[in-house]
Every structure is written in structure tokens, then in C-alpha cells.
């Protein structure tokens, strides 16, 4: 019978096992030089025909990607010993020199403050002499410089305003949210006081205000109103038809007869036609 394995076996099967060292070299591989005449073999990319130099494998539209390799460069890198980046060639003696003392930042000597020329009372000088042209003007400045003294220069200089020592600058924070205002129906309330303060204020308004009597009309008022009765002429007749009585009556009943001729007299300022029977003027 086959011996049986015991849990010491199973253990050594999960042991961890050491890590797998790895060069610099591995980790970073040198970079991809240019192509050369030497690194072309038959049957590549870059094969060509001719004369082929190494110049022609360093020109990024002529060098063609080798299938499942990267497109190359074409650009030459530094040996191996080449430093990348800016090298600041300092005098500060690095971190001894700079826990050892502190190199304070020493103030320039301020030059002599120059003071501004008085334009105004050169020329008013200028106009008082009786020189009037740019050119005297000019030779006039250059014999009488006169300038501005500091005590009238910070005069028209404007001083800083004057602030409280305790003043804090920024932007006023907002308020906070009254939750328990929204949550109490707070402004309902008021909103509801509000409308019955201004109906109780309506109601008084209308309980002190005069009630006129009533109003009379007067004859001038009765005039304005009137309509003067418009007297309709009777129809043209020949003289010799007057007597005649009409041949057709298509009305039933002369109510009838008279209604259609007072609807006629209505319509006739909105109809055309000389006996104002045709279309009516406005749609």
C-alpha cells in the first residue's frame, strides 16, 4: 500500500519562494539606437535597392516600422555615462553650509529720489516772458528747472486709507439656513398675518370713506345724452306714377315691408353702390 502523506509534506508544496533578482539592465533596457546598413536583413522593412547609406535609416520619412516593433527614432542617444537634465553648478556649499548659516538677503542702496519737474509754473514763466513757440518753450525749460518739493510731491500724492486695526478683509460669510423656521411653517405664518393685517386695513378704509348721495342729472348732462330724431325723406316718384299703386308686393304684410326697409336705412353707411346695396365695405 502506498505510504500516506503526511500535513509536513503539503507545507513544503506552499513554502514561499525567494524573489527572482534582477539586473538594472533588466529592469531598464538600454535605448534603441539608430538602424544601420548592418542591422538590415533580407526580407525587412527597410530593405532597399541600391546604394543605401546610414544617413537614409536616420530620417523619420524614409524609416518604415518593422512589423510588431515600434517605429524607430532615428535619433542617435548619448553613451551610457550621459547625465539627463540641468546641472546647476551652485556655490552654496549644500546642506553643511546651509545649516551652518543663513545667507541673508542684503538691501540695495537706494539712490536719490529725483524729484518731478513743475511743468505749471515753467509755463507759466514761459508765457510771461513772451515765449510762446515749442523751441523757446524747450530753452526755456532748460535754463529754469524747476521742480516740485517733496513737501508739495506728497501732497498731491494720494496717502493709503486710514483702515481699523481690528478689520477683517474677505467676503462676508452666508448666514445660515433657518431649518427650524422651514421646518415650523415659520414664514407661512407670517405671510398669513401679513394678508389679514392688510384685509382688516382694506375693511376700515372702506368703513371711513364718504358714501355720496345720489347723484342728480341736470339739463346739461340730459342734452349731452340726447339724440336729435333724424327725419327720413319719402321716396322719388315721377309725378305721373304717384297715383299708381305697385304691380308686385313680395312682402307678406306691410310690418314685414317696414322692417326690411328700417334693416336697409341700418345698413346703409357700410354698403356700396349708389343706392347703397351692394357688398358691405368691411369684412
Known amino acids: 500500500m502506498p505510504e500516506a502523506k503526511t500535513p509536513c509534506h503539503d507545507l513544503t508544496r506552499w513554502k514561499k519562494k525567494p524573489p527572482v533578482r534582477r539586473t538594472v539592465s533588466q529592469i531598464c533596457p538600454p535605448p534603441r539606437r539608430p538602424l544601420t546598413v548592418a542591422d538590415i536583413q533580407p526580407g525587412m522593412e527597410n530593405e532597399r535597392l541600391g546604394v543605401v547609406r546610414d544617413s537614409m535609416f536616420q530620417n523619420p520619412l524614409i524609416v518604415k516600422a518593422e512589423l510588431g516593433k515600434p517605429r524607430e527614432r532615428s535619433c542617435s542617444l548619448p553613451g551610457i555615462n550621459f547625465n539627463y537634465g540641468l546641472y546647476i553648478r551652485g556655490q552654496d556649499g549644500g546642506v553643511p553650509e546651509a545649516i551652518g548659516h543663513w545667507n541673508v538677503f542684503k538691501q540695495q542702496p537706494t539712490c536719490p529720489h529725483e524729484l518731478s519737474r513743475d511743468y505749471i509754473a515753467m509755463n507759466r514763466g514761459a508765457v510771461k516772458a513772451g515765449l510762446v513757440t515749442a523751441r523757446e518753450n524747450f ?93 327720413l325723406d319719402a321716396l322719388w316718384h315721377m309725378p305721373h306714377f304717384q297715383k299708381v299703386g305697385p304691380h308686385l308686393d313680395t312682402f307678406p304684410t306691410e310690418a314685414h315691408r317696414q322692417r326690411a326697409f328700417k334693416a336697409h336705412r341700418e345698413e346703409c353707411a357700410v354698403r356700396q353702390g349708389t343706392l347703397r346695396m351692394g357688398n358691405y365695405t368691411h369684412p
Open 139 to 231: 530753452h526755456y525749460r532748460q535754463l529754469n528747472d524747476i521742480r516740485i518739493s517733496d513737501q508739495d510731491d506728497r501732497r498731491l500724492k494720494k496717502e493709503p486709507p486710514t483702515l481699523p486695526p481690528n478689520m477683517t478683509f474677505g467676503i462676508r460669510a452666508r448666514p445660515s439656513t433657518p431649518f427650524f423656521d422651514l421646518l415650523q411653517h415659520r414664514y407661512q405664518q407670517l405671510w398669513v398675518q401679513e394678508q389679514k393685517a392688510n384685509q382688516k386695513a382694506i375693511k376700515l378704509e372702506k368703513k371711513h370713506k364718504v358714501i355720496l348721495g345720489k347723484l342728480y342729472e341736470t339739463r346739461s348732462s340730459q342734452l349731452r345724452k340726447y339724440k336729435p330724431p333724424v327725419k
